[in-house]
């Protein structure tokens, strides 16, 4: 299956937020096999995914960092 610009967008952007950060260069690995494209540019695609993740947990309200002590 030829993978298009599209297709690429969609795994970095929706698929490799539900990842580990440490299965990132596995999936990155498995895409760039898959597409079987040799122009793939794994660090764009690892930016890409990393913003999306940022985007998904960081700069949301699931992410709160709750540093008090109860007692």
Known sequence: MKLTRQHFEF???E??????????????EAVRIASKNPRFDSDKFKRRAK???DKAFIDSER?????????
Do not use: H
């Not at 698929?15 to 990155?28: F, G, K, M, S, W």
């Not at 992410?63 to 007692?71: A, H, N, Q, S």
């Open 63 to 71: 992410f709160t960092c709750r540093d008090e002590i109860p007692y």
């Open 15 to 28: 698929i490799a937020p539900l990842c580990d950060v440490y299965q990132l260069d596995a999936l990155t």
């Open 11 to 13: 795994i970095a952007t």
């Open 51 to 53: 913003l999306a993740w």
